[in-house]
């Protein structure tokens, strides 16, 4: 039977790869090839998953240099028959493929996303116009699961711990056009701070690794325009 | 909010140099097609205004634009502290207008020590 040759990260900062020889099937992804490998070769292997159909976000990994996520990756789709594996970048390592990801969930917090309203929940629902210009806006970039993907793909992350990375910046982006956010203001003068849109190099290296498709890039352009036309004394971009 | 506004500063400079390159190239296109000696530009520089303002204009574009893109390069690949950053392009800023008009008052017919530009 054919083999894959897996290397997988073992331990924190410091650490090495470890070797695995997996047959090789038909239909098989990363996240099989890793469980394979922590059910039948070695149990002390440690990394995340939940719904293993590309729904929670849970088991992204560096793939081969890419991040990506593991259960979204077939391993016929990377036309290697060795496999490197390793955790996201751009995040502390904990144990093997398992990252610290509370700085990366403290950003989504820094760049004002939280969502306000002056409504109860005896007030009726908003009536939205699904073709207004801002809704559409707000829906491009609100399928965000929260991956981790496109902070681990961004250079500028690397480069600049302040910066509050793609994901977070998307968000803001979602928040800042949806119409019945009433702290529309504080997260613009938020997702515009020293970490924020205007960092942004758009390379569009988190468009590139984005799982579903979005584009955090555009939406931090629109971000940098509208904090343009907020500064200029506009009330909208 | 210091940093949006840098953004854009940054931003609206690179816009207005870039028909104001254009033009630099162009006279000097212009200059060298043209076969004009040192003293011949300099005369033309001298009586018109216009060259003086434009020039004027473009090194303060210059003073302001350059040290905001070397500020950044400075965090993110030179791994400098923001505030280390801000004096050394604050450093950057004072040295570029300080030659610029330097150049520029030398244009003008202004007696500069060190001599003739």
């Given at each position: 039977m054919e083999t894959l040759t897996v290397q997988i990260w073992r331990g924190a900062e410091t650490g090495s790869f470890a070797s695995f020889s997996v047959p090789k099937r038909d239909n098989q992804t990363v996240l099989d090839v890793v469980t394979e490998i922590q059910q039948r070769q070695d149990q002390s292997i440690s990394y995340r998953f939940a719904c293993r159909v590309g729904v929670c976000g849970s088991c992204a990994m560096t793939v081969n240099g890419k991040p990506r996520w593991s259960c979204r990756t077939h391993i016929s789709s990377l036309k290697s028959s060795v496999i490197t594996i390793e955790p996201l970048k751009n995040m502390p390592r904990i144990k093997d493929l398992v990252t610290d990801m509370t700085g990366f969930f403290d950003k989504w917090g820094q760049a004002g996303n939280v969502f306000e309203s002056?409504?109860?929940?005896?007030?009726?629902?908003a009536k939205v116009d699904p073709s207004s210009q801002q809704r559409k806006a707000a829906n491009a970039a609100i399928e965000c699961i929260n991956c981790g993907v496109c902070y681990a793909a961004c250079d500028v992350v690397s480069w600049n711990d302040e910066y509050l990375g793609p994901a977070a910046l998307n968000r803001a982006w979602s928040l800042v056009n949806d119409e019945r956010h009433t702290g529309k203001q504080d997260t613009l003068v938020a997702a515009m701070?020293?970490?924020?849109?205007?960092?942004?190099?758009?390379?569009g290296n988190c468009m590139t690794a984005c799982p579903i498709g979005l584009s955090p890039t555009r939406s931090i352009a629109g971000l940098k325009k509208m904090s343009l036309f907020s500064l200029m004394g506009k009330q909208d971009g | 909010m210091v940093e949006a506004r840098l953004y854009i500063l940054q931003r609206l400079t690179a816009a207005m140099m870039a028909p104001m390159v254009v033009g630099h190239l162009l006279t000097i296109l212009y200059a060298t097609r043209a076969e004009l000696t040192a003293a011949t530009i300099l005369a033309r520089v001298q009586s018109s205004p216009w060259l003086i303002v434009f020039y004027t204009a473009f090194v303060v574009m210059v003073a302001i634009h350059a040290p905001l893109g070397l500020r950044k390069i400075l965090v993110e690949w030179g791994r400098l502290s923001t505030r280390a950053a801000n004096l050394i392009a604050l450093f950057l800023f004072v040295l570029f207008l300080g030659m610029g008009l330097r150049g520029i008052w030398a244009l003008t017919g202004g007696s500069i020590s060190g001599g003739a530009i």
């Amino acid at each position: 039977m054919e083999t894959l040759t897996v290397q997988i990260w073992r331990g924190a900062e410091t650490g090495s790869f470890a070797s695995f020889s997996v047959p090789k099937r038909d239909n098989q992804t990363v996240l099989d090839v890793v469980t394979e490998i922590q059910q039948r070769q070695d149990q002390s292997i440690s990394y995340r998953f939940a719904c293993r159909v590309g729904v929670c976000g849970s088991c992204a990994m560096t793939v081969n240099g890419k991040p990506r996520w593991s259960c979204r990756t077939h391993i016929s789709s990377l036309k290697s028959s060795v496999i490197t594996i390793e955790p996201l970048k751009n995040m502390p390592r904990i144990k093997d493929l398992v990252t610290d990801m509370t700085g990366f969930f403290d950003k989504w917090g820094q760049a004002g996303n939280v969502f306000e309203s002056d409504k109860t929940r005896q007030d009726a629902p908003a009536k939205v116009d699904p073709s207004s210009q801002q809704r559409k806006a707000a829906n491009a970039a609100i399928e965000c699961i929260n991956c981790g993907v496109c902070y681990a793909a961004c250079d500028v992350v690397s480069w600049n711990d302040e910066y509050l990375g793609p994901a977070a910046l998307n968000r803001a982006w979602s928040l800042v056009n949806d119409e019945r956010h009433t702290g529309k203001q504080d997260t613009l003068v938020a997702a515009m701070g020293a970490g924020g849109c205007s960092n942004c190099h758009s390379q569009g290296n988190c468009m590139t690794a984005c799982p579903i498709g979005l584009s955090p890039t555009r939406s931090i352009a629109g971000l940098k325009k509208m904090s343009l036309f907020s500064l200029m004394g506009k009330q909208d971009g | 909010m210091v940093e949006a506004r840098l953004y854009i500063l940054q931003r609206l400079t690179a816009a207005m140099m870039a028909p104001m390159v254009v033009g630099h190239l162009l006279t000097i296109l212009y200059a060298t097609r043209a076969e004009l000696t040192a003293a011949t530009i300099l005369a033309r520089v001298q009586s018109s205004p216009w060259l003086i303002v434009f020039y004027t204009a473009f090194v303060v574009m210059v003073a302001i634009h350059a040290p905001l893109g070397l500020r950044k390069i400075l965090v993110e690949w030179g791994r400098l502290s923001t505030r280390a950053a801000n004096l050394i392009a604050l450093f950057l800023f004072v040295l570029f207008l300080g030659m610029g008009l330097r150049g520029i008052w030398a244009l003008t017919g202004g007696s500069i020590s060190g001599g003739a530009i």
